[in-house]
């Protein structure tokens, strides 16, 4: 039977995958949302200046270049949904765009949009 990593003897390292995790969790509990997201915001500050992973450039040359890069928001509103009608199949079926999507059983063979 293979051995399960509960203590850590499986894992290169030694270190189970909690103790590997980013500082931000595990934070414990907050008075307010007001408080986590200043909390959040104060952590993420102190690390602008460091290097995460292999980049070469800092957290915050990094979003320097991402903000540089980024578009102003289209004039119009994008609606981010396609509507069009299909029959629910004697499996509970619908098909769009070659896939098929499950539906509650009471559906079947109806015409939904």
């Not at 690390?47 to 928001?73: C, M, P, S, V, Y």
Request: with cysteine; glycine share 6%.
């Amino acid at each position: 039977m293979a051995s399960r990593a509960v203590d850590g003897d499986a894992i290169p390292g030694g270190k189970l995958p909690s103790e590997n995790a980013p500082a931000c969790i595990g934070m414990g509990h907050t008075a307010s949302f007001e408080a986590l997201n200043a909390t959040l915001e104060e952590r993420s500050r102190a690390r602008q200046n460091e290097r995460a992973g292999r980049h070469e450039q800092t957290i915050d040359e990094r979003l320097a270049a991402d903000k540089a890069a980024l578009r102003d928001l289209p004039a119009t509103p994008f609606e981010p949904c396609h509507k069009c009608s299909t029959k629910v199949s004697s499996m509970a079926l619908v098909r769009y765009r070659l896939n098929d999507y499950s539906v509650p059983a009471t559906y079947g063979f109806a015409i939904c949009w």
